[in-house]
Structures are given as structure tokens and as C-alpha cells.
């Protein structure tokens, strides 16, 4: 079976909802507009669905120009967040986990926004180019760690069909979707072609409480970590999907043909 890309989805706000795309530029720090903007608390630490479920109903998209947010609930906001992204707001120190990044604040009123929706005081911050590695292995806005993650779509087959109620492949948050690598086919990969782009994936990726928060809803339960942990747990971490780096940058379309350029040793 010849393996094809399913899915492209960018995530413009770091923990919020994805955006489906059918076509997307690959740059070196992952697809464009990846990660470009990031809730903050007063102190610079970055927020996530780690520490606020609700984050998972907001819907952002950006052209480029102006970063819209929607909410999946409109019972919590009157209206949509229009905000036009600015350069001119003051540089902040934030940080992504451990790792040193310079965010410009992007004002008042969106501040206010989020604040008021999430119940918590956070500011909006947008990536300025910089921020301090922890790793060699590529180049990364505000995502955690890499540019990419990768799923198989086989592998989400194979966990449905151990749980109870299945669960959609938003739950992991992936930017890549592959048809036709099998089920864990991804980690058996370490070089991989798609349409005019080379992706290496580098490490598997260890999953966290997010994944039991319903993309829906907001609520959060036990599943799916708690069946992934009975047989994917892999040394200190239970894993799902690869982390990849960008080696060739390019266009990348729903529906390219996905080849495997060399695989891992046995």
C-alpha cells in the first residue's frame, strides 16, 4: 500500500485548538504560523491545556496578519477574539518548560480576552524569532520541543480498538497524519519523503494528561493514557506519534505521497 499524508493541521495559538489546512508551507521551525502565539502568566510561564482544560475550545486561525479565536462554547464569549498581530508591543522573557524565548506582548484588549474567558490573568504573547534551545535537533517557535509530530493513522486505529469509546486523532495533536505506514509504523521510520519535503523523526513522544481532555468539550478523563500506558509505555514515558525535524522545506499538500528514505535498525 502506497503511503500517503491524510492530515495537516497548524496550531497558531500553543494550546489551543488546530486548524485543518489542505495545503501549508513547511519552514524550518515546523508549518508556518505553528506555535507563533502563547498565553503567559504575569511571571512568563507559558499555559497549556496542562493547566487549563478549557483552552481546548478555543479555535484560532491566522492569515498573517490578523489572529482570529473563536470559542467552541459561545456561551462563554460574547464574540469572537479579532486581533491584529503586532510587532510594536514590549519584548518579555517567557519560557516554554525550561527553555529561555522572547515574546512581544501583544496588548491590553487581548490580554483582557483571554483573561477574562480562561479565569485566569495571562497575557498574549507573540514569538519573536528567538529562543534558547534544549535541544540540537531543529529549530522551534513556542511548540515544546520540535517542529513536527507525526501520527500514523493506523496506530490511532489500533488504540480505538482496545478502548471502550473511541477517541478522534485531535486528542494528540498532531500536525502530520500518514495513511499506509501501519500501526506504529511511524517509529519504525527515520527518514521519510513528502510531496517536495524531508522529514527525519527523531523521538517518539511521550504523552501527557492533555491527551484525556476532550477537544469538544473540555472535559478531561482517564482514557486514553491509562490503556496507552498498558502496552506503550517506553522507558520513561508512554508514546505516541514521532517528533520530526524539517531537513528539506517546501509545500505540502493533503494527499502527497508519502516515501520512506531509510528506516531505523531492528
Given at each position: 500500500?502506497?503511503a500517503?499524508?491524510?492530515?495537516?493541521?497548524?496550531?497558531?495559538?500553543?494550546?489551543?485548538?488546530?486548524t485543518?489546512?489542505?495545503?501549508?508551507?513547511?519552514?524550518?521551525?515546523?508549518?508556518?504560523?505553528?506555535?507563533?502565539?502563547?498565553?503567559?502568566?504575569?511571571?512568563?510561564?507559558?499555559?497549556s491545556?496542562?493547566?487549563?482544560?478549557?483552552?481546548?475550545?478555543?479555535?484560532?486561525?491566522?492569515?498573517?496578519?490578523?489572529?482570529?479565536?473563536?470559542?467552541?462554547?459561545?456561551?462563554?464569549?460574547?464574540?469572537?477574539?479579532?486581533?491584529?498581530?503586532?510587532?510594536?508591543?514590549?519584548?518579555?522573557?517567557?519560557?516554554?518548560?525550561?527553555?529561555?524565548?522572547?515574546?512581544?506582548?501583544?496588548?491590553?484588549?487581548?490580554?483582557?480576552?483571554?483573561?477574562?474567558?480562561?479565569?485566569?490573568?495571562?497575557r498574549?504573547?507573540?514569538?519573536?524569532?528567538?529562543?534558547?534551545?534544549?535541544?540540537?535537533?531543529?529549530?522551534?517557535?513556542?511548540?515544546?520541543?520540535?517542529?513536527?509530530?507525526?501520527?500514523?493513522?493506523?496506530?490511532?486505529?489500533?488504540?480505538?480498538?482496545r478502548?471502550?469509546?473511541?477517541?478522534?486523532?485531535?486528542?494528540?495533536?498532531?500536525?502530520?497524519?500518514?495513511?499506509?505506514?501501519?500501526a506504529?509504523?511511524?517509529?519504525?521510520?527515520?527518514?521519510?519523503?513528502?510531496?517536495?519535503?524531508?522529514?527525519?523523526?527523531?523521538?517518539?513522544?511521550?504523552?501527557?494528561?492533555?491527551?484525556?481532555?476532550?477537544?469538544?468539550?473540555?472535559?478531561r478523563?482517564?482514557?486514553?493514557?491509562?490503556?496507552?500506558?498498558?502496552?506503550?509505555?517506553?522507558?520513561?514515558?508512554?508514546?505516541?506519534?514521532?517528533?520530526?525535524?524539517?531537513?528539506t522545506?517546501?509545500?505540502?499538500?493533503?494527499?502527497?505521497?508519502?516515501?520512506?528514505?531509510?528506516?531505523?535498525?531492528?
Amino acid at each position: 500500500m502506497t503511503a500517503v499524508l491524510t492530515g495537516l493541521t497548524v496550531y497558531p495559538l500553543k494550546g489551543g485548538g488546530g486548524t485543518p489546512l489542505t495545503t501549508a508551507e513547511l519552514v524550518p521551525t515546523g508549518l508556518r504560523h505553528d506555535r507563533e502565539f502563547m498565553l503567559v502568566t504575569p511571571e512568563g510561564r507559558f499555559l497549556s491545556q496542562r493547566d487549563l482544560a478549557r483552552m481546548a475550545l478555543l479555535r484560532p486561525s491566522y492569515d498573517g496578519e490578523v489572529l482570529t479565536v473563536k470559542v467552541a462554547d459561545p456561551s462563554l464569549a460574547d464574540a469572537p477574539l479579532v486581533h491584529k498581530a503586532t510587532d510594536a508591543g514590549p519584548v518579555r522573557e517567557v519560557y516554554v518548560h525550561r527553555s529561555q524565548c522572547l515574546g512581544i506582548d501583544q496588548g491590553d484588549e487581548a490580554a483582557g480576552w483571554f483573561s477574562a474567558l480562561l479565569g485566569t490573568d495571562c497575557r498574549l504573547v507573540r514569538f519573536t524569532g528567538h529562543r534558547a534551545t534544549r535541544r540540537a535537533d531543529g529549530r522551534v517557535a513556542f511548540a515544546d520541543a520540535y517542529p513536527l509530530l507525526l501520527i500514523s493513522q493506523e496506530s490511532l486505529e489500533d488504540l480505538n480498538g482496545r478502548l471502550e469509546r473511541p477517541v478522534p486523532m485531535n486528542r494528540f495533536r498532531p500536525n502530520l497524519v500518514v495513511r499506509g505506514l501501519g500501526a506504529f509504523g511511524e517509529d519504525r521510520v527515520r527518514l521519510l519523503r513528502i510531496g517536495e519535503t524531508v522529514i527525519e523523526l527523531v523521538k517518539a513522544c511521550a504523552r501527557c494528561v492533555v491527551i484525556t481532555t476532550d477537544q469538544e468539550t473540555g472535559e478531561r478523563g482517564r482514557e486514553p493514557l491509562r490503556t496507552l500506558g498498558s502496552y506503550r509505555a517506553i522507558g520513561r514515558g508512554i508514546r505516541f506519534g514521532q517528533n520530526g525535524v524539517p531537513r528539506t522545506v517546501g509545500t505540502l499538500r493533503v494527499g502527497d505521497a508519502v516515501e520512506v528514505l531509510e528506516r531505523r535498525p531492528a
